[in-house]
């Protein structure tokens, strides 16, 4: 879209994809997490079919891992890890991850052109994003102390 058509944009419809920005942005925050601890819980089933492979077999993978959403993965990065504040944190911040992965597009109408409604919901999902992004962070370092790799910042 060009300025001059932005420019022609309702302030309701600015507001609407302001929002619908902010929910994707929080849902790809989300996906990541669980991508991160996925990849964290990988490399964990690799260290441990390393070491254990001479007297038992351990069988396990990341293919185990793929069908698996947040609230397990949560669970199953407890028993690699002794982060148990972010445990605690990522845990805490299930039930939001639930509401807005299954209701985030579910707006009634009144709701769809409510500026106040959509510029509260907005703010809400931006502290989301302000949130989740150092749980990113420390699980991309928790996976690279595991694995020796250089740590990233994103």
């Known amino acids: 879209m060009t300025t001059d058509s932005n420019s ?10 302001q929002y619908s920005n902010a929910l994707q942005m929080a849902l790809a925050d989300f996906q ?3 991508e991160c601890l996925r990849l964290y819980i990988s490399v964990a089933y690799d260290l441990i079919r390393h070491e254990t ?5 351990f069988k396990f993978d990341a293919s185990d891992l793929d069908r698996d959403a947040l609230g397990r993965l949560i669970d199953k990065y407890a028993k690699f890890s002794n982060n148990t504040i972010l445990v605690s944190a ?5 039930p939001r991850r639930n509401e807005i992965a299954h209701r985030g597009l ?3 109408s009144a709701q769809q052109h409510d500026i106040a409604f959509l510029d509260e ?10 949130i989740l992004r150092p749980y990113i962070q420390t699980l991309l370092n ?3 102390a595991l694995t020796g790799e ?3 910042v994103i």
């Open 150 to 152: 250089p740590t990233v």
């Open 53 to 57: 492979s001479k007297h038992l077999p």
């Open 32 to 34: 990541y997490i669980e």
């Open 106 to 108: 579910l707006l009634s």
């Open 121 to 130: 919901q907005t703010q809400r999902l931006a502290e989301m994003h302000s």
């Open 90 to 94: 990522l845990r805490e911040i299930l």
């Open 142 to 144: 928790e996976r690279a």
């Open 8 to 17: 022609q944009v309702s302030p309701v419809e600015l507001a609407f994809r």
